[in-house]
């Protein structure tokens, strides 16, 4: 297997008695596009905000490039390369579409009180480039059009796409993608694959949850599955079909639920 | 007629001060979505700070240090500043109604201790010793106000296009996203905490501004000067003006202004004698049915925050909401 972007060791983390994520230990492969399945209330948004410092872990460690991470600040993390959406999107719901995505490259000279008094040139290029990045991100998931407007009054759908339309505007190495397909239609969603191996081939490395295992089968390669906290399965997605214990774990509790 | 002249000039030097203040408070609310309560405090922090520092000494009250104008201005404004960022490092983790009642807890503490401290602030008498600048120049009548008009609107204009050019920065950009969705900000890799402090300081030092400017112009500061009064005042300008939107804080801190002193006048001329005892508090009822009614049919105020401030994209601007 590749070498390892990102890797966790006994990772846990509880709400209560709940032990939502039970003792992780995984890999994710550089280079990959790693599918991560499992139930509903599997713990698999849970390890998202461990990964991205949005919750600190009880226990356990979060290594990446084979540095210790845990606990560190989300901010940091994204400046340190890791990008991520949410399951429900986020979106700054009072500035435009546009606006949302311009945000999100750090380091911006006019992002301080005195940067756009003292430095205006450097800013003013700056905000042209980041401007044109913007569109071209935005034209790519298809936002384009609504570039001006309030990004609270976009669809559902369109907020999960402007979430991704965020993340991108970062250029990180590794993105985590919490269900980036739910409520997107089939063909969108398709566009949207397409541009997640293109970016693949570049170098970006990808977590994606998803539920839809049709997806996940047939883009997503390694596969991980966790139930009731715990990983109960690593290895590629042929190998995930043949597994009993999966069909079990994870068929099983979607039929309940 | 120069009596109507010299009110008119009376009214628009204390409207714009207070339009100031207003502009200060919308960079905290409007802009980032932080609740200052205690408003008055800033403000009277660059009151007192002004009055002292560019003051004659004093034997009843810290000071004068009889600064050049300009400077005790700037310590005045300094002192607001500095005040908030104590302020702000023990309470910005609070989120809005705590942040709210922990800075109106600060006013009152302010209050309690300009009025306390004699030999800092001169107790309930006030400060005193100040002169106002060039006086002796312009002497003290019409031609003095007209002056200080000119230098309080040049301020006015000053912090307006300061904040406008802010606002469309990628600065403001950062503050509006802070002010809708924290920890999404956060995931971008930005840090919300420096990001609120600098704001909160930034707006508290136009308020210390403001007040240095309105103690200047009354030579003179009290604790009845920061009372929370002032603090209700300047929230309804900002409400009722258009929280968000610079043009609408001025725009409001002159209606607000304009329909207090309105009343004022009013009841002082056609209410009941035994009434005209319960002017102020007439005065709270008006103005405080004027905010609820704007909470209830124009929540956003006369002037709606704009949507797109910082860049636009290709797309016309059509109608639209925020
Ligand atoms: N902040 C929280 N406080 C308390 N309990 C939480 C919190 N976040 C998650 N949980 C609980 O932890 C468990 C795992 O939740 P999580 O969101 O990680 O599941 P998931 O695998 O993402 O599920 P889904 O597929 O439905 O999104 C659930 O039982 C959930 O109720
Ligand atoms: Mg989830």
């Not at chain 2, 103690?215 to 309804?236: K, R």
């Not at chain 2, 929280?243 to 202004?257: M, P, Q």
């Given at each position: 297997?590749?070498?390892?972007?990102?890797?966790?060791?006994?990772l846990?983390r509880?709400?209560?008695?709940?032990?939502?994520?039970?003792?992780?230990?995984?890999?994710?492969?550089?280079?990959?596009?790693?599918?991560?399945?499992?139930?509903?209330g599997?713990?698999?948004?849970?390890?998202?905000?461990?990964?991205?410092?949005?919750l600190?872990?009880?226990?356990?460690t979060?290594?990446?490039?084979?540095?210790?991470?845990?606990?560190?600040?989300?901010?940091?993390?994204?400046a340190?390369?890791?990008?991520r959406?949410?399951?429900i999107?986020?979106?700054?719901?009072?500035?435009?579409v546009?606006?949302n995505?311009?945000l999100a490259?750090?380091?911006q000279?006019?992002?301080?009180?005195?940067?756009p008094?003292?430095f205006?040139?450097?800013?003013?290029?700056?905000e042209?480039r980041?401007?044109?990045?913007?569109?071209?991100?935005?034209?790519?998931?298809?936002?384009?059009?609504?570039?001006?407007h309030?990004?609270?009054?976009i669809?559902g759908?369109?907020?999960k796409?402007?979430e991704?339309a965020?993340?991108?505007?970062?250029?990180?190495?590794l993105?985590l993608?919490?269900e980036p397909?739910?409520g997107?239609?089939?063909?969108?969603?398709?566009?949207?694959?397409g541009?997640?191996?293109?970016l693949?081939?570049?170098g970006?490395t990808?977590?994606?949850?998803?539920?839809?295992?049709?997806?996940v089968?047939?883009?997503?390669?390694?596969?991980i599955a966790?139930?009731?906290?715990s990983v109960?399965?690593?290895?590629?997605a042929d190998?995930?079909?043949?597994?009993?214990?999966?069909?079990d774990?994870?068929?099983?509790?979607?039929?309940n639920? | 007629?120069?009596?109507?002249?010299?009110?008119?000039?009376?009214?628009?030097?204390?409207?714009?001060?207070?339009?100031i203040?207003v502009?200060g408070?919308n960079?905290?609310?409007?802009?980032?979505?932080?609740f200052n309560?205690g408003?008055?405090?800033?403000?009277?922090?660059?009151?007192y700070?002004?009055?002292?520092?560019?003051?004659?000494?004093?034997?009843?009250?810290l000071?004068g240090?009889?600064?050049?104008y300009?400077?005790?201005l700037?310590?005045?404004?300094?002192?607001?500043?500095?005040m908030?960022?104590?302020v702000?490092?023990?309470?910005l983790?609070?989120?809005?109604?705590?942040?709210?009642?922990?800075?109106f807890?600060?006013?009152?503490?302010?209050e309690?201790?300009?009025r306390n401290?004699?030999?800092?602030a001169?107790?309930?008498?006030?400060?005193?010793g100040?002169?106002?600048?060039?006086?002796?120049?312009?002497?003290?009548?019409?031609?003095y106000?007209?002056c200080?008009?000119?230098?309080?609107?040049?301020?006015?204009?000053?912090?307006?296009?300061?904040?406008e050019?802010?606002?469309a920065?990628?600065f403001g950009?950062?503050?509006?996203?802070?002010?809708?969705?924290?920890?999404?900000?956060q995931?971008?890799?930005?840090s919300?905490?420096g990001?609120?402090?600098?704001?909160?300081?930034?707006?508290s030092?136009?308020?210390?501004?403001?007040g240095?400017l309105?103690?200047t112009?009354?030579a003179f500061v009290?604790p009845?000067?920061v009372?929370?009064?002032l603090?209700?005042?300047?929230?309804?300008?900002l409400?009722?003006?258009?929280?968000?939107?610079?043009?609408?804080?001025v725009?409001g801190a002159?209606?607000?202004?304009?329909?207090?002193?309105?009343?004022?006048?009013?009841?002082?001329?056609?209410?009941?004698?035994?009434?005209?005892?319960?002017?102020?508090?007439?005065q709270?009822?008006?103005?405080?049915a004027?905010i609820?009614?704007?909470?209830?049919w124009?929540?956003r105020?006369?002037?709606p925050?704009?949507?797109?401030?910082?860049?636009?994209?290709?797309?016309?601007?059509?109608k639209?909401?925020?």
């Amino acid at each position: 297997m590749a070498e390892a972007i990102l890797s966790t060791h006994a990772l846990s983390r509880s709400f209560g008695p709940l032990k939502a994520v039970d003792a992780v230990s995984l890999n994710i492969p550089r280079g990959s596009i790693t599918g991560l399945i499992g139930p509903n209330g599997a713990g698999k948004s849970t390890l998202f905000n461990l990964l991205t410092g949005a919750l600190k872990p009880d226990a356990g460690t979060v290594l990446l490039d084979g540095r210790d991470i845990t606990g560190d600040a989300p901010n940091a993390l994204f400046a340190q390369g890791i990008g991520r959406t949410f399951q429900i999107p986020r979106p700054f719901a009072r500035m435009s579409v546009l606006e949302n995505a311009m945000l999100a490259p750090t380091g911006q000279t006019g992002e301080t009180v005195v940067g756009p008094f003292l430095f205006r040139s450097r800013m003013r290029d700056q905000e042209r480039r980041i401007r044109q990045k913007a569109l071209d991100v935005l034209e790519f998931v298809t936002l384009a059009p609504l570039a001006d407007h309030p990004a609270g009054k976009i669809s559902g759908g369109q907020m999960k796409l402007l979430e991704l339309a965020r993340v991108l505007m970062g250029d990180p190495a590794l993105i985590l993608l919490d269900e980036p397909a739910a409520g997107v239609n089939p063909k969108l969603t398709e566009t949207l694959i397409g541009r997640i191996e293109e970016l693949n081939r570049q170098g970006t490395t990808f977590v994606i949850i998803e539920h839809d295992m049709d997806f996940v089968m047939r883009h997503c390669e390694p596969v991980i599955a966790m139930a009731q906290g715990s990983v109960v399965f690593q290895g590629t997605a042929d190998e995930a079909m043949a597994n009993p214990v999966l069909l079990d774990a994870y068929l099983g509790a979607t039929a309940n639920a | 007629m120069i009596g109507v002249v010299s009110y008119l000039v009376f009214f628009a030097t204390t409207a714009s001060i207070l339009a100031i203040a207003v502009l200060g408070l919308n960079l905290q609310w409007g802009n980032t979505g932080l609740f200052n309560g205690g408003v008055v405090a800033f403000f009277g922090a660059g009151a007192y700070g002004t009055l002292i520092l560019g003051g004659m000494p004093q034997g009843a009250h810290l000071g004068g240090f009889a600064l050049f104008y300009p400077l005790a201005l700037l310590g005045g404004m300094a002192l607001a500043g500095l005040m908030a960022w104590i302020v702000g490092l023990l309470t910005l983790r609070l989120r809005h109604d705590y942040l709210a009642i922990a800075t109106f807890g600060v006013a009152v503490a302010f209050e309690n201790l300009v009025r306390n401290a004699e030999w800092l602030a001169g107790g309930a008498k006030g400060v005193r010793g100040f002169e106002r600048p060039l006086r002796a120049m312009l002497g003290d009548g019409f031609l003095y106000n007209l002056c200080f008009l000119a230098v309080v609107l040049l301020a006015l204009v000053a912090t307006y296009l300061f904040l406008e050019r802010l606002v469309a920065s990628p600065f403001g950009r950062l503050l509006r996203a802070i002010r809708e969705d924290e920890e999404a900000a956060q995931s971008l890799g930005k840090s919300p905490a420096g990001v609120r402090l600098t704001a909160f300081v930034t707006g508290s030092v136009i308020l210390g501004l403001s007040g240095g400017l309105y103690g200047t112009f009354y030579a003179f500061v009290s604790p009845q000067d920061v009372l929370p009064t002032l603090t209700f005042q300047i929230w309804a300008m900002l409400i009722v003006g258009g929280s968000g939107n610079n043009r609408g804080a001025v725009f409001g801190a002159f209606l607000i202004w304009g329909a207090w002193t309105a009343s004022g006048w009013a009841l002082s001329r056609f209410a009941p004698v035994e009434a005209q005892l319960y002017t102020g508090s007439v005065q709270f009822v008006l103005i405080g049915a004027v905010i609820v009614g704007m909470l209830l049919w124009r929540p956003r105020g006369l002037l709606p925050e704009r949507l797109v401030v910082s860049q636009r994209g290709k797309t016309p601007l059509a109608k639209q909401g925020v």
